[in-house]
């Protein structure tokens, strides 16, 4: 194995952080969509995704509750 033979550790995949590493990516993509098509002005494309995620991140944290 690679990470075994050069010393690295492997991540840790479990089904449920690929299930919601896939929801947070959708409800990003959902954000940001809303985002552009109402004319948001983030001043770049790296400060609309980063608003796009960080409206992800309340969804998923709002979906605990």
Do not use: I, W
Not at 13 to 35: C, I, W, Y
Not at 39 to 48: F, I, N, P, Y
């Amino acid at each position: 194995d690679f990470a075994e033979a050069y010393g690295l550790k492997k991540p840790k995949v479990t089904p449920e952080k690929v299930a919601n590493d896939a929801l947070r990516d959708h409800f990003a993509g959902l954000a940001m969509q809303s985002l552009v098509g109402n004319g948001a002005s983030l001043g770049s494309d790296e400060g609309l995704a980063k608003r796009a995620y960080s409206v992800a991140d309340a969804m998923l944290k709002a979906r605990e509750q």
